[in-house]
């Protein structure tokens, strides 16, 4: 399976492309700052999923997970500071929150399955599910 067709990566790329809409009416004192930050975070939750893709090994991929979950975290604080610094209002942070919220959900139940996978002795990746 490509990575492509899967939820987690789906709901992350969408994330990824909200985030850049979100953020082009952000200061531009910020430019290399916040934006920069939530731009480079939310980014890296996608492309963590599929480098994860593209190894061989259960181990590798799970490794590679962990890195996207930690991205989505990044990003949930990041909307959550904005909105603080007002940079975004009620109606603008509402879409990347949400979509941060189906990523982070989408992507705890990849993980699950993988880890399952890793425990039942499963090593090598076939691009499933």
Known sequence: MDYRSNKAWQRCDDLAVAVYRATVRFPREERFGLTQQVRRAA?????NI???YGRRTV???LH???QARGSLNEVEYYIHLSHRLSYLDDA??????ELQGEAARALHGLIRYWEQESAAGRTDVDHRP
């Open 59 to 61: 181990r590798d991929l």
């Open 50 to 52: 599929a480098e994860g």
């Open 43 to 47: 980014v890296s939750a996608a492309a």
């Open 64 to 66: 590679f997970l962990y």
């Open 92 to 97: 603008e942070r509402k879409q990347p929150a």
